[in-house]
């Protein structure tokens, strides 16, 4: 396929459908303008359709792989990246005394998203780095923030991320690894980790990763963790790549998808790393790559998604079959419909995943905590959303291609393969769902209500416009705030966590249908109020049976006993 980079969506959604004139109007953002958005915009464009969309297969059918201790990614890979990096890419929101562009979370998380679509395996390798640069800019001491952040930010270096072990997934707080004080303000860090994406590669001078490890005497659990920043070279003074760390990579996982994508065992035996943070304050500084990181998974699912439809729309259009007005399967109702759905839903992710970022860059702006608070309540939905969206609309486009969707060759089975990791990344969804109705309601609901009365109130004042798409928004506005005052209601945790996932869908649904409506009001009768209509009559009403999902409470889920599973 031929990807076509989305910039036209990009620039309607920012100025009509989430509001960026509000980061553009800030001081911090304010060399950050529309005209200046829409230039960069288009130069990621036009490097996604032409240097990373054709790396997309190539990766596929040339995986990385292992070779006496090296990793040697696909054919083109290399260049692909350098074009990245010479690009400023990697460090958009960077800060610029290390070499940043200082740009806006909103537009770093839109580049990323064309990346993505344009080929996944590869654009993992500056998000992990992304996320790495935010973690030692609000974690590390002075000297290692002048000694790295210039290196990541240019590309020349990029950054990975060690959490997981062999028997400590999910559980961070049972890791092994251990760090073991050298004397001279460096440790020893000896242990194994496991799904270790991007590494190692074959096209930078250095790799940087970022290790939770146990310190001597911390105690168990998660609170006893520290992280470390641990250099596969380790730097001379001129900051060149010196000798070579005490660490390797063992071997590389045999995946389902992104197969460009090295995703390593790494085995540290005794290897020279920093304290980044405070001791025992590991996670805490970890969170802060993993939540930037979980907004730039959403938007790998959205990236996914708009390549699956734009796919399976070509195909539509081309493929011959049966008697429709033009001769080709669009005109079947049911194609009609899948296609239909595909676009509204991409849009609704897209907008969940941009209204998150925008509220990043608010909270930096102005310091308001309601801001701050806004940006945590989404990031949980534009991950699992954005997430789910990238599957359900790669399963769609195989299906809309029909058998041929089942034969490699046409590339729809690609995009399905390598979307299914994404709902498992940075905390599986049912984690990120977990934690929406948990800490993210730790204040009462306060910040979800603040998001229902916007979303309430801006359908209150669309009814003089749009009344038929207004009210079903109004309506379901109303519902979720039901549904969310019967949630902190409830002391019991497992009540709450039994409807987590779906409430988190029907808040997704909503916010989709809020921000569908916007649009709609803004292209009064053109392509995106007819979107707006589909999504809003046809996909909105899923949120009624999600909502019972919710308060239907854990009694029913725990009432069968294990054993009886089986049964």
Known sequence: ????????????????????????????????????????LSEAGKLCEEVLAP???????????????????????????????EGGWVGMSGDPDYGGMGLPMTLTTAVNEMMSAACLSLQLAPLLTQGQIEALEHHASAALKQQY???????????????????????????????????????????????????????TENVIHLVLA???????????????????YLPEADGRPGRANALKVVSLEHKMGIHGSPTCVMHYDGATGWLVGAEHGGMAAMFTMMNNARLGVGGEGVGIAEAAFQQALDYAQERK???????????????RRMLTGMRADVFAARAVMLACALAIDMQKATGKADWAARAALLTPIAKAF??????????????????????????????????????????????????LVGRKMADGGAAAFRLLDEIERHAESARARLSDLAEPVLQAGEALRGATE?????????DRFAGAVPYLRAFSRVLGAHYHLAAALADPGGPREKL?????????????????????????LFALGTDELAV
């Open 1 to 40: 396929m031929t990807y076509r980079a989305p910039v036209a969506d990009y620039e309607f959604m920012l100025r009509y459908v989430v509001g960026y004139e509000s980061v553009a109007a800030t001081e911090r953002f304010a060399d950050a303008s529309a005209e200046t958005i829409s230039a960069i």
């Open 55 to 85: 790396l997309n297969r190539v990766g596929d059918l040339n995986p990385a792989r292992l070779e006496n201790g090296v990793v040697r990614t696909p054919p083109g890979f290399a260049e692909g990246f350098k074009a990245i990096a």
């Open 149 to 203: 952040l210039p290196k990541l930010m240019s590309g020349e270096w990029t950054g990975t991320m060690n959490l997981t072990e062999p028997q400590a997934g999910s559980d961070v707080g049972a890791l092994t690894t251990k760090a073991e004080p050298n004397g001279d303000g460096s440790y020893a860090i000896s242990g194994q980790k496991i799904f270790i994406t991007w590494g190692d590669n074959d096209f």
């Open 214 to 232: 146990r310190l001597p005497g911390a105690v168990a659990g998660a609170k006893g963790i520290s992280l470390f920043l641990v250099p596969k």
């Open 321 to 335: 079959q049966g008697k429709t007005p033009s001769g080709t399967i669009i005109d079947h109702a049911d194609v």
């Open 386 to 435: 954005g997430t789910e969206i990238g599957n359900e609309v790669a399963y769609a486009g195989v299906q809309v291609h029909g058998g041929m969707g089942f034969i490699e060759e046409t590339g729809a089975a690609q995009f399905s393969r390598d979307a299914r990791v994404l709902p498992i990344y940075e905390g599986t969804n049912g984690i990120q769902a977990m934690d």
């Open 486 to 494: 019967w949630l902190v209601a409830q002391n019991n945790m497992n």
């Open 532 to 556: 707006a209509r589909y999504y809003i009559t046809a996909l909105l009403p899923e949120h009624a049976g999600l909502l019972a999902q919710v308060q239907s409470g854990a009694e029913a």
